[in-house]
């Protein structure tokens, strides 16, 4: 049932790693939020945090490797990391092209155990020209707030607010800010280029903010959104939409086969959904960034199992949006 290796075998398709350009760090999985969606299982109770010799492993993997253009830094909420403006920083020094997976709402709530304040965000990525890539499941309040909890939607308008005023979003600024809308119940998501022109016009409409690209991406059914869909009886329905919406082509470009997810403690995924279901990289020995191998890890079979028709349905969905 739900075979995904099958699938792949019976459309006859090879998908091997290819060189890796991406790096993604998953340097905590607290959040100030706890959303009904999370496939990472995040909120303000927990406390993995990636330490700085961690951090400073894959800074040291950064330098070396100019064949990994991309850092990618997720979580929980990364900056409530002690060493996320240092992470950021270092790398930058690397001449990597730094992404955040930046949930809005941190910038006002600041970090919910310490209360350090994190109001100097936006200036601070602006500063460090990151690229900014934040969920905002819809435009309309009710959505957003059924998906992430009360007052998340006022807070993310103005924590845009605040990255407008940044330079983030602004035409010719060259400084990126990206939303990503996910369905907020067990179906696929409609078509990115539509969403977007929805979500500009009424954004700007009625809150007088901006952003550049938006991404529209497959809930995945594992952790907390697959606990919903069992609850209400759904997860089967939603497996098989998924299934019989396989796209050949979005297989093909599965993130997967050009990145690589780092966890907390340092060990080698194939991305972050093998990592929250704890299936590491398959080689030899458990890979951890104190035993890196590029070759190796340019090389290896890839693990794909059921929950991968999230990325393969319809246009497909990756960290990006639609794959094709
Ligand atoms: S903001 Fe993101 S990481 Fe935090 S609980 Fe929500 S979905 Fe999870
Ligand atoms: S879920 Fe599967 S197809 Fe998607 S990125 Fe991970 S390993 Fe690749």
Redesign the pocket.
């Known amino acids: 049932m739900h075979d995904f290796r099958n699938k792949i075998r019976e459309y006859e398709l090879e998908l091997p790693s290819l060189s890796i350009e991406t790096l993604q760090m998953n340097i905590t999985l607290k959040?100030n939020?706890?959303?009904h969606h999370?496939h990472?299982d995040?909120?303000p109770k927990r406390t993995e945090m990636m330490n700085k010799d961690t951090i400073d492993q894959c800074l040291e993997i950064l330098r070396e490797h100019p064949q990994i253009k991309n850092v990618d830094i997720t979580?929980?909420?990364p900056e409530l990391n002690p060493y996320f403006n240092y992470l950021i920083t270092e790398a930058k020094k690397s001449d990597k092209h730094i992404i955040v997976r930046h949930?809005l709402t941190v910038t006002l709530d600041g970090d919910p155990t310490t209360h350090e304040s994190k109001l100097y965000l936006p200036e601070f990525f602006a500063k460090q020209g990151v690229e900014i890539i934040c969920?905002l499941p819809c435009y309309l309040e009710s959505n957003v707030e059924m998906q992430?909890g009360p007052g998340v939607f006022q807070k993310s308008i103005e924590s845009i607010r605040m990255l407008n005023e940044a330079g983030y979003g602004i035409e010719n600024s060259g400084l990126m800010l990206n939303l990503v809308h996910n369905p907020v119940g067990a179906y696929l998501p409609s078509s990115q280029e539509a969403l977007e022109k929805d979500y500009k016009e009424h954004l700007w409409k009625n809150y007088k903010v901006k952003f550049n690209n938006l991404y529209a991406i497959t809930n995945m059914p594992i952790h907390r959104f697959r606990e919903q869909l069992e609850r209400a009886g759904n997860y089967e329905i939603y497996m098989e939409k998924l299934e019989n919406a396989f796209n050949p082509d979005a297989a093909i470009g599965v993130m997967c086969r050009s990145m690589l997810s780092v966890s907390y403690d340092g060990r080698i995924f194939d991305c972050d959904f093998n990592q929250m279901l704890n299936i590491q990289v398959a080689t030899d020995e458990p890979v951890t960034v104190f035993n890196f191998d590029y070759n190796k890890l340019s090389s290896h079979d890839i693990i794909f199992d059921t929950h991968c028709f999230g990325c393969t349905a319809g246009a497909g969905s990756s960290c990006a949006g639609v794959i094709s």
């Open positions: 959040c939020q706890a959303c999370c990472v995040s909120s979580g929980g909420a949930n969920s992430r």
